[in-house]
């Protein structure tokens, strides 16, 4: 990353704080943001004091006009903006019937319409200077059907083809836009979704017949600095002929997609 500014939404857990974590690791200035300020505070401490470079801002993804006056502020306070990677999610499950309207609205707002906010705000900046990378955390749910997940995997859907599409339209500018799809990976989200189901780990492993739902053929979750790896990949000159790409990083759960 060599000096490069990077956002990360949603780091202050999860896939985010490991993603930042190996961005700082590899160079760049890291803006840690996230809806909990403490804990994108805390975040940008941790990577200070291993004597990286970081900076939190507390952003909710879902406001178009925050979004746009943080973005201006990491632009004037840290530098350019080289590296925007969407991270902020969020999950709930359950039947489709007994989905509300608020539920999905919810879910869309964070996934999908907070992917188009930050997207459109940095991409803007990237235009003028004609280079960036933008890397967006989607789901594998968003490319096979899941049971209980409607929600959660048509936004996720919705956030992939949206960056796709703006890396057709970015290609004449030298910006590029890939997508990083896990599957099962041992976060705090997960946990919390095992739990409310009754499930665990080794059930996701072997798979659910009886919910069409394959398991996981490497026979392991994915660990957040799996996924990391991917997006650093993705986000470095190293993959500097690469976009529109979506990488699955599940163990094989899709069987290739």
């Known amino acids: ?9 949603g ?7 490991a993603v930042a974590r190996s961005l700082a690791e590899h160079d760049a200035l890291v803006a840690v943001l996230d809806v909990d300020a403490a804990g ?29 006056t943080v973005v201006k502020r990491v632009e004037h306070e840290l530098g350019p903006v080289g590296v925007l990677v969407n991270v ?15 539920d999905w609205a919810d879910i869309f707002a964070v996934n999908a319409t907070g992917v188009f906010h930050l997207s459109r705000a940095v991409a803007r900046a990237m235009v003028q200077r004609r280079s960036g990378s933008i890397v967006t955390i989607a789901s594998n ?5 899941r049971m209980h997940m409607a929600p959660y995997a048509a936004s996720k859907a919705a956030a992939t083809h949206f960056t796709k599409c703006l890396g057709l339209e970015l290609s004449g500018h030298d ?25 665990d780990a ?9 919910l069409f739902k394959v398991g996981i053929p490497l026979r392991r979750l994915a660990e957040p600095a799996d996924v990391a790896d991917a997006v650093v990949f993705l986000a470095s000159d190293r993959a500097r002929h690469i976009t529109m790409q979506e990488i699955f990083v599940d163990g094989g759960a899709v069987l290739g997609g």
């Open 1 to 9: 990353m060599d000096g490069k500014v990077a956002i990360v939404t």
């Open 11 to 17: 780091s202050a857990q999860g896939i985010g704080l």
């Open 40 to 68: 994108a505070d805390r975040v940008a401490a941790e990577l200070v004091g291993l004597g990286h470079q970081a900076a939190a801002y507390q952003l909710d993804v879902r406001d178009s006009t925050a979004v746009n």
């Open 88 to 102: 902020a999610g969020v999950l709930r499950t359950g039947p489709i019937v007994e989905c509300s309207d608020q």
């Open 141 to 145: 749910a968003g490319g096979v059907p």
């Open 175 to 199: 910006i590029r836009c890939n997508v990083v799809s896990p599957g099962s990976t041992d976060t705090a989200m997960l946990r919390s979704m095992l739990s409310g189901a009754g499930s």
């Open 202 to 210: 080794a059930g996701l492993i072997a798979g659910a017949p009886a």
